[in-house]
């Protein structure tokens, strides 16, 4: 089961607010979005990766992208990890590889094998790979075989320090799409799964190789069956929170394993009710928004608050039209920012991926319009709109913000 074959998107990639202004005797250095363009997902090597320059307003750097590719960059930002398939010349089939590119000169100083990299279909799709916060290893979903040769789900891990894949990989059966959750510990990773509904984590020592490489699954909802599960974030010692498609979420001790605490975040405008689908005949109005589903995402964190996409339409599956902000902490809505459409610039309200910058200052959100691809910028904390950057693409689906 593909990510493409759910209807969650895979959404955010995760982001620590970004500094400019150091200065060595050369320009300023300014923070940049780098930005994946998967051309209407096509796969006829029109794909791009681009670096963009938000105050300039301008793209600064491109890089050779290959077919479907995916981003992580390291915590100082002086490595970008670029996963593609490289195809064959008729393209009918490709091999996974990873390259590491030296952000400051574009250098490939590393180019390794990645087969059997989880390779989302679609235009828009999200990152499925992610970092431990020491930027030390980079985990990357895969499929794997099992005893019996079949396809699982798999995590890989790559050693940024001595540029390889350890030779063990984590399993996950029974997966099928899930959210990668790096512990800001190092030692941990937790792995939300859509088609068991569960969470599983998987722990690491002092050298970063995994002690459970097939981690118990714990139940994250005793919602009805058929419930998605939304996205998860680290929310204290030993706990991580859930919240599902329909906005309940479970706090759960990954010690214990066990839930405990559950409950439902208040949204206002309330979340579409379970079952309703604007194209069924007699289904129900929703008032106001009518937000169908919180996708799969890594959440945006900042100054103890959540940055939580909501999704109203129909056009994409990895699209979302709202931003709901909520207490870290207490899970509150405290605003709602939702894109507006703009028949001056021929937009729809629909954004793929997100990411914080300027110190917390900004906001700033990769936008499928009808013209192409653009970052609408809005001001934080008030959710104001305040600039566009068009011509970034035709179907930008992956953002990171330089630190």
């Known amino acids: 089961m593909g990510s493409c074959q759910i209807f969650l998107m895979a959404f955010l ?11 060595a005797g050369r320009d300023l250095l300014r923070e ?32 050779a992208a290959g077919s479907r590719p995916d981003i992580a960059l390291s915590p100082d930002g002086t490595r970008l990890y670029l996963a593609y398939e ?13 390259d590491v590119v030296e952000t400051a000169t574009g250098t490939v100083v590393a180019s390794v094998a990645n087969p059997n990299r989880w390779v989302a279909m679609g235009p828009l799709y999200s990152s499925e790979m992610t970092l431990s916060a020491d930027g030390r290893w980079l985990y990357v979903k895969r499929l794997a075989l099992d005893f019996n040769h079949v396809p699982v ?23 099928a799409a899930s959210l990668l959750v790096p512990w800001p510990n190092e030692r941990a990773l937790s792995v ?40 998860a ?31 439902a975040i208040a949204f206002s405008p309330p979340l579409t009710p379970p079952g309703w689908h604007p194209h069924v005949p007699g289904a129900e109005h929703v008032p106001s928004l009518g937000r169908r589903y919180i996708g799969m995402q890594r959440m945006l964190e900042s100054e103890g608050r959540l940055y939580v996409p909501l999704s109203r339409s129909d056009l994409y599956m990895h699209a979302a039209d709202a ?16 894109l507006k459409s703009s028949p001056r610039r021929h937009s729809w309200n629909l954004f793929s991926s997100g990411a914080i910058g300027e110190g917390g200052t900004r ?27 068009q011509g970034l693409g035709a179907t930008p689906t992956i953002m990171i913000v330089s630190p």
């Open 323 to 338: 931003i709901a902000v909520l207490d870290q902490k207490t899970l509150r809505q405290e605003a709602l920012f939702e």
């Open 32 to 63: 940049l979005l780098y930005i994946v363009d998967s051309d209407h997902g096509n796969s006829d090597s029109h794909e791009r990766l681009f670096a963009v320059d938000p105050q300039r307003k301008v793209i600064v750097k491109n890089y």
């Open 153 to 175: 789900d798999a995590v890989a891990i790559f050693d940024t320090a001595a540029y390889k894949f350890l030779s063990d990989t984590i399993s996950l059966p029974k997966c």
């Open 363 to 389: 906001l700033y959100l990769l936008a499928v319009e009808a013209k192409g691809g653009a970052v609408r910028v809005l001001s934080l904390p008030d959710g104001k709109e305040i600039d566009t950057i």
């Open 192 to 231: 939300l799964c859509s088609q068991d509904m569960d969470l599983r984590t998987v722990r690491f020592n002092d050298q970063g190789i995994p002690t459970n490489l097939v981690p118990v699954g714990i139940p994250v909802t005793n919602h009805a069956a058929g419930q998605w599960v939304g996205t």
């Open 86 to 98: 490289e195809m064959s010349p008729d393209r009918t089939e490709g091999q996974g590889k990873l």
């Open 13 to 23: 990639v995760t982001i620590t607010a970004s500094l400019s202004g150091q200065t």
């Open 233 to 263: 974030f680290v929310s204290g010692d030993n706990e991580v929170t859930v919240i599902a498609a329909d906005g309940k979420y479970s706090r759960i001790n990954v010690e214990a394993n066990k839930i405990t605490e559950e409950g």
